[in-house]
């Protein structure tokens, strides 16, 4: 089992930054593509960004690419995803996922969950 919790989140202005942390206990960190979905009200749960195990490879959804840099930390057990240029549109329920194998953007592909941290952006 991996334990997941993220912190972070908040409410910031249009054009604002903000940086989410996921902290991972459990079974090993280091082998699991860790990734980021959001979900927001009345939405489904959409891939945000990836991050494979050696950090040899990144991945974003399109509607971020640019603004939203996913990075990990293998030794602290931590992922993070900074988020810069913040849209009315970012505003959502962000969640940590460990897992990933056998691909990235989709959610089924990912085993472990956190229980997730919100993000407002106001206009």
């Known amino acids: 089992q991996v334990q997941l919790v993220e912190s972070g989140g908040g409410l910031v202005q249009a054009g604002g930054s903000l940086r989410l942390s996921c902290a991972a206990s459990?079974?090993?960190?280091?082998?699991?593509?860790m990734g980021w979905f959001r979900q927001a009200p009345g939405k489904e749960r959409e891939f945000v960004a990836a991050i494979n195990w050696r950090s040899s490879t990144t991945y974003y959804a399109d509607s971020v690419k640019g603004r939203f840099t996913i990075s990990r930390d293998n030794a602290k057990n931590t992922v993070s995803l900074q988020m810069n240029a913040l849209k009315p549109g970012d505003t959502a329920v962000y969640y940590c996922a460990a897992g990933g194998a056998d691909g990235v953007y989709a959610s089924r592909r990912y085993d472990y969950w956190g229980q997730g941290t919100q993000v407002t952006v106001s206009s």
């Open positions: 459990g079974r090993t960190f280091n082998y699991y593509t």
